[in-house]
Structures are given as structure tokens and as C-alpha cells.
């Protein structure tokens, strides 16, 4: 397959395990990451990397990205809630890059932009499962900022030219996640304080659900997205809620350790469940997640110190 990819943001998590799997294809990758929250030294060799933030590209710059690009996956964002990042930076690269981007890859007529969202972009706690056919709320700047880049996609201007495909991803997990950053993710951070010898925190009473997903399971999803004749919006989430009492109880059973969890004040999550309904991908795209929440849990834990993805 001679075929070649852009990937943003593709020295993240995410994005690092999709370019393995696109290289194991034999897609040529060609990855574009500032490096902010991404670890571009782990990327593998094979790959073509350019080092910029995608919120300084000119139009120029998005067309030189573009040369003999087939499909882009278009993941490099600005979180919510990460130390030093500004609303205005998190808008110019969430929002004003996807923009022009989307531009870009219209004129170039690219066989699939495909664009990573988020469950943030829904806005709601719960308790009803989150479906495509809600009425967006977002109430976080994050959440406008991946619901804008969505809407972009479909601008009248370049709207039919352009191949399209959303994912509202929820809380993806795997080998490789980061404990800083964004995502405080509850399972790296609390797998790092078990091999420690530390006790496991849980904020509040534990009963918040969350949907994980794992991050393998997420990689199939967006490359059936970017192979879908149609322009699609869909969930990639298991479409199962976990509590989090739950999860660090599996957790501590993986791990084979004896420490019990300790609760410490509750957050803002308390009483929320935020779970995906994923009827319509598995209609639309025939995608169901593959990974149980136990595997998943066990590939973490004996990933770790292995330098994967
Ligand atoms: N991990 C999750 O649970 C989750 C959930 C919902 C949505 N998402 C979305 O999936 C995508 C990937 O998430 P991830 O977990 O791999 O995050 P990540 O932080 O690990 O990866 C994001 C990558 O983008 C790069 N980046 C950030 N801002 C940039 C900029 N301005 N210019 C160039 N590169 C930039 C970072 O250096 C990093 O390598 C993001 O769009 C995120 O919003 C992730």
C-alpha cells in the first residue's frame, strides 16, 4: 500500500499507537506535534516528523503538510485543565488550526479528514447515556472549542468538498498514557501508586461512572472512520459505565497488591456519569469494542517499564 497519512498530534498517546498500527499497514506516516504534551522521541524512526505548533501553520504551511496526503487524523489538541495553557491557545489550536485545516484538506480534496472530539463536546453529567442524536451543550471551554472544530468540518464554504468523519472519544486508556497532562487519567496515576507501595486515591465516595475504552479498540474505530463512504459523527466508548470504586477494585486485583484505597475529598465528578451510547457506530460502522475492561487492565499493568507505544 503506498498510501500516506498525516497524523497530528501523533507523538500523544493516542496518536502514537495509531501511527504504529498505521506503519504495521504499510501507510507512510508523516506526523506533526509540538512536542507540548506528546513524546516525540518515542515515535518510531519510520516515520516522517515535523516539529511546529499546528496554531502557527499558515495556509501555506497546511498545504506543504498536505503533499500526497490520502487521509488525516486530525487528534493534536489542547486539553482541558492542563497547566499553562491558556483559553486563548487552547481556541488557536483546537479551533482556529482545525479551521484551517479543514480548509486546506477541502481544496486538496483528501480522501477522509478524519477529527477526534470528545465527550466534553456533549456537556452533560448524566445520568442518561450520551448519544449523538443530544443537542450539544458543552460547558468547558475544551467542550466549545472540540464542538466548534466539529462544526468547522461542515462549513458551507468548502462543506462539499470535504470528507469528514468525527469521533466523540470518551475515556480512552492503554499502555503509554500519561499521568500528567490534561486527562489526569485515574488508572495510570493510581498503577503508578500501587507499584510504589502506595494506597490507590479515590476522590469522594467513588460511585462518579466513567466509559473506558481501550485505546486499541479506539485506533480500529478511527481507521474504519477514515475508510466510511459518508461523512459520519460518531461515539467510540465501550457503552458500559464503570464506577470508580470498581475500576481501582480491578485494579488492585490486577496489580496482585493488598493496599486499600483511600477516599480523599470529592471533586467536582461526584454524582456524575458520563458513558457513551454507541448503537449508532456499531449501526453506522459495525465497530463494537473488542478489549474487555479486565484485559485492558492487565495490558496496562504488564506494559508498564516497557516503554510501549
Ligand atoms: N485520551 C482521552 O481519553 C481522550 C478523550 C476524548 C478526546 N480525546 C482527544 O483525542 C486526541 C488525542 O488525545 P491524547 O489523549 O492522545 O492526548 P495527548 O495529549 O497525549 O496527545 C495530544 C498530542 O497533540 C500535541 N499537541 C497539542 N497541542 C498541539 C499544538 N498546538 N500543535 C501541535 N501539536 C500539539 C501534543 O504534543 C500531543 O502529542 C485529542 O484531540 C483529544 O482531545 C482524548
Redesign the pocket.
Given at each position: 500500500m503506498n498510501t500516506t497519512a498525516l497524523v497530528?498530534?501523533g507523538?500523544?498517546?493516542?496518536?502514537r499507537h495509531l501511527v504504529n498500527d498505521l506503519l504495521k499497514s504499510g501507510v507512510k506516516v508523516r506526523v506533526?506535534?509540538?512536542?507540548?504534551?506528546?513524546e516525540t522521541e518515542r515515535l518510531p524512526l519510520d516515520c516522517e516528523l515535523v516539529v511546529?505548533?499546528?496554531?502557527d501553520l499558515s495556509i501555506n504551511d497546511w498545504g506543504d503538510l498536505l503533499d500526497d496526503v490520502d487521509v488525516v487524523y486530525h487528534?493534536?489538541?489542547?486539553?482541558y485543565n492542563t497547566p499553562g495553557v491558556t483559553e486563548q491557545s487552547l481556541l488557536s489550536?483546537n479551533g482556529y488550526?482545525t479551521l484551517n485545516l479543514a480548509r486546506v484538506a477541502a481544496e486538496r480534496c483528501i480522501r477522509k479528514l478524519v477529527y477526534?472530539s470528545?465527550?466534553y463536546a456533549y456537556g452533560s453529567i448524566g445520568p442518561k447515556a450520551m448519544s449523538v442524536s443530544d443537542v450539544p451543550n458543552p460547558i468547558t471551554v475544551y467542550g466549545s472549542s472540540?464542538l466548534f472544530g466539529e462544526h468547522v468540518l461542515k462549513t458551507k464554504d468548502f462543506a462539499s468538498q470535504l470528507n469528514w468523519a468525527v469521533a466523540r472519544?470518551?475515556?480512552?486508556y492503554g499502555p503509554g498514557q500519561?499521568a500528567e497532562?490534561?486527562?489526569k487519567s485515574v488508572i495510570f496515576s493510581n498503577f503508578e501508586r500501587i507499584a510504589a507501595g502506595e494506597q490507590p486515591l479515590i476522590r469522594g465516595d467513588g460511585n462518579q461512572t466513567l466509559d473506558y475504552i481501550f485505546v486499541d479498540d479506539v485506533v480500529r474505530g478511527l481507521r474504519m472512520l477514515a475508510d466510511h463512504p459518508e461523512n459520519v459523527l460518531v461515539n467510540l466508548g465501550s457503552g458500559f459505565g464503570l464506577k470508580i470504586n470498581t475500576v481501582i477494585e480491578k485494579m488492585v486485583t490486577v496489580s496482585g497488591s493488598q493496599l486499600v484505597p483511600v477516599h480523599v475529598e470529592p471533586d467536582w465528578t461526584a454524582g456524575t456519569s458520563r458513558v457513551a451510547s454507541i448503537d449508532f457506530t456499531t449501526s453506522v460502522l459495525g465497530w463494537t469494542p473488542e478489549v474487555s475492561f479486565d484485559k485492558g487492565l492487565e495490558r496496562v499493568w504488564n506494559s508498564r517499564n516497557r516503554g510501549v507505544a
Open positions: 497530528t498530534g507523538a500523544g498517546f493516542i496518536g506533526i506535534d509540538s512536542g507540548e504534551t506528546g511546529a505548533d499546528i496554531a487528534l493534536a489538541a489542547r486539553k489550536a488550526a477526534t470528545s465527550l472540540k472519544l470518551f475515556f480512552v500519561f497532562g490534561g486527562y
